[in-house]
């Protein structure tokens, strides 16, 4: 099983990155993929999850009306569009995937230990 993240890098507040996250390894399709990002000193946190059908997807408050989290699974991707920008948004991405095709609370996407399978992360600098 591999995660594999890109796109992060260095950018202004305001500005925008699109993140990728190629997976295989298992039944892509199968699974409900999230975000998660990690500050320095932080604990890792929730930023926005998509089920595996594409049929719904969460977002953490701070994230709301500026992310937005979708799915090929034609090409085993997820793709997080980060736009406008805070340097409070400055960590480590992850992305992840949980076994989906069942019932889950929103709760339930916000825990990190639900996830079964994780990528290595990429670094995400927003200056101000």
């Known amino acids: 099983v591999q995660l594999q993240a890109s796109g992060g890098g260095l950018v202004q507040a305001g500005g925008s990155l699109r993140l990728s996250c190629a997976a295989s390894?298992?039944?892509?399709?199968?699974?409900?993929m999230g975000w998660f990002r990690q500050a320095p000193g932080k604990e890792r946190e929730f930023a926005a999850t998509?089920?595996?059908?594409?049929?719904?997807?969460y977002y953490a408050d701070d994230v709301k009306g500026r992310f937005t989290i979708s799915r090929d699974n034609a090409k085993n991707t997820v793709f997080l569009q980060m736009n406008s920008l805070k340097p409070e948004d400055t960590a480590v991405y992850y992305c992840?995937?949980?076994?989906?095709?069942?019932?889950?609370?929103?709760?339930?996407?916000?825990?990190?230990?639900?996830?079964?399978?994780w990528g290595q992360g990429t670094q995400v600098t927003v200056s101000s």
């Open positions: 992840a995937a949980d076994l989906g095709r069942y019932y889950k609370s929103s709760q339930y996407y916000l825990r990190p230990n639900e996830y079964d399978y």
């Open positions: 390894g298992f039944t892509f399709s199968s699974y409900d």
């Open positions: 998509i089920r595996w059908s594409a049929d719904r997807t």
